[in-house]
């Protein structure tokens, strides 16, 4: 058969038609150029010192790489996570999932196992019971995507952990991010779920 067969000439014309002028990919080429030679002024090493402290509503956090710190890591959000003796963090979720490396103290981790179903739109529900992760140092700690989560310190210690995130799943526009309950202490700084 011949392939002319299945071209409609209406087709042909109406893709051609006149729509807004744009140079979308010659900016493109231009902020890749722009980006890279921005890119070689970034930072490689990242000093103790550099890294800033934050209340955040999960706890006292310190920030070690984060999209906002002029570093060449341009996927991964990095902070070290201070659970005081005792204490816990609030509980969050996210689309990303989450991977921990335990310095010091130990303690649990509550993960709300999450289901969903995707109809007309996506429906999320989470388990009422929270699975139980025990970790002390020099454990890894895996939270999957979307997964409700809460540590806890049971040692004597301040529990220093390690916490990394994708920004992926944001810069594909999958930014679901949300602090269901903040660590007691640092209600003023939460910023509750939208829904």
Same mark, same amino acid.
């Given at each position: 058969m011949?392939?002319q067969t %299945?071209?409609?000439?209406?087709e042909r014309q109406?893709?051609?038609? $006149?729509?807004? &002028?744009?140079? %979308?990919?010659?900016?493109?080429?231009?902020?890749?150029?722009?980006f #890279?030679k /921005?890119?070689?002024?970034?930072l490689?090493?990242?000093?103790?010192?550099?890294?800033p402290? &934050?209340?955040? =509503?999960d706890?006292?956090?310190k920030h070690i790489?984060n999209e906002?710190?002029d +570093?060449?890591e341009c996927?991964?959000?990095?902070?070290m996570?201070?659970i $005081? =003796?005792?204490g816990? +963090?609030?509980?969050? #979720?996210?689309?990303t /999932?989450?991977? $921990? *490396?335990v310095?010091e103290?130990?303690?649990?981790?509550h993960?709300?196992?999450?289901?969903f179903e995707c109809?007309v739109e *996506?429906?999320?529900?989470w388990?009422?019971?929270?699975?139980k992760y025990?970790?002390?140092p020099?454990?890894?700690?895996?939270?999957?995507?979307?997964v409700a989560?809460?540590?806890?310190n049971?040692s004597?210690v &301040? =529990?220093?952990?390690i916490?990394?995130n994708?920004?992926?799943?944001?810069?594909?526009?999958?930014d679901w991010?949300?602090?269901? /309950?903040?660590a007691?202490?640092? /209600?003023d700084?939460?910023v509750?779920? =939208?829904d």
């Open positions: 011949d392939s %299945f071209v409609d000439a209406i109406r893709a051609k038609q $006149a729509g807004p &002028e744009v140079s %979308f990919y010659k900016d493109a080429l231009r902020a890749s150029q722009d #890279r /921005e890119y070689e002024q970034r490689n090493v990242v000093k103790a010192n550099q890294m402290m &934050e209340r955040s =509503a706890g006292l956090i790489i906002r710190m +570093t060449k996927c991964i959000d990095i902070y996570q201070f $005081a =003796a005792g816990a +963090t609030g509980t969050s #979720r996210h689309l /999932e989450e991977i $921990a *490396f310095i103290g130990s303690g649990y981790d993960h709300y196992d999450v289901q109809n *996506f429906e999320w529900t388990d009422t019971t929270p699975k025990e970790w002390g020099g454990d890894f700690i895996y939270v999957p995507p979307y989560h809460k540590r806890f049971t004597d &301040e =529990a220093r952990v916490v990394c994708s920004r992926v799943m944001k810069a594909i526009g999958l991010f949300d602090q269901l /309950e903040p007691e202490g640092f /209600e700084v939460w509750p779920p =939208a």
